[in-house]
């Protein structure tokens, strides 16, 4: 096991729910990261938080909101979702600066819209 | 934005054979890195092997190795002797030497290992 943990394992929403999706990391890292992976496609880079600050948003749809209140938790906050947003949603953390500072990831939420 | 193409959405090997998977990247840059990452199935994805681009080493891991060619902007994955437990989806990745960079993955190849 790696340590960034994700909660909860798996989410079945409806489109008006409202619901959050928690990420912890446990290994003193400075960014974390929220990702998509659907099958067949690349991993979508969401959101990156680099020192509590967001630095990358790639035009993600308003629906998904980031919070990163300090460096070690991170969180995904969904609201009217659509079914085409059901995926695993992984989360991953690393150093940001200089050196070949590899992610590690979270065992993901598998996210199903209805 | 840089680009990873995985051009082999699927492969399988026989059981202790050698499987090689593919990688190639598009870059401008001359300082970075490259990882490949392994995504069991219902598991966590985690870190098999990197390289640094100005190393002109391979990298080697146990079973697994790298075919880092540069100038072709290539980096495959050799995993030798392969077992039931390297059944998984094989992402690459690169990331620019730069502080801060984001990782760029490809769409990854998933491997059966025949028994």
């Known amino acids: 096991e790696t340590g960034v943990t994700q909660t909860p394992r798996h989410l079945v929403m409806g489109m008006t729910n409202k619901k959050s999706l928690k990420c912890e990391q446990h290994?003193?890292?400075?960014?974390m990261y929220w990702y998509k992976q659907s099958a067949k496609k690349p991993l979508e880079l969401m959101f990156v938080?680099?020192?509590?600050?967001?630095?990358e948003n790639n035009s993600v749809p308003s629906r998904f909101s980031p919070e990163c209140p300090n460096s070690s938790h991170l969180f995904l906050h969904l609201h009217t979702l659509q079914p085409e947003d059901s995926a695993l949603y992984l989360c991953?953390?690393?150093?940001?600066?200089?050196?070949?500072?590899?992610?590690?990831f979270g065992p993901g939420t598998r996210l199903t819209v209805l | 934005a840089q680009t990873v193409t995985q051009s082999q959405p699927e492969m399988s090997v026989q059981e202790a054979e050698t499987v090689t998977l593919s990688c190639t990247y598009d870059?401008?840059?001359?300082?970075?890195?490259l990882f490949w990452y392994k995504q069991p199935p219902s598991r966590q994805m985690i870190l098999v092997i990197r390289q640094e681009a100005y190393k002109q080493q391979n990298a080697t891991e146990n079973r697994f190795s790298v075919n880092f060619q540069k100038a072709a902007k290539s980096f495959s994955l050799k995993i030798s002797d392969s077992q039931l437990g390297d059944a998984a989806m094989y992402f690459c990745?690169?990331?620019?030497?730069?502080?801060?960079?984001?990782?760029?993955f490809g769409t990854g190849t998933s491997l059966t290992v025949i028994p």
């Open positions: 938080y680099s020192l509590e600050e967001r630095v």
């Open positions: 991953a953390s690393s150093q940001a600066d200089r050196g070949i500072n590899e992610q590690f």
């Open positions: 990745a690169y990331r620019s030497a730069e502080a801060g960079n984001q990782f760029y």
């Open positions: 290994l003193g890292h400075n960014a």
């Open positions: 870059t401008s840059e001359s300082d970075y890195y």
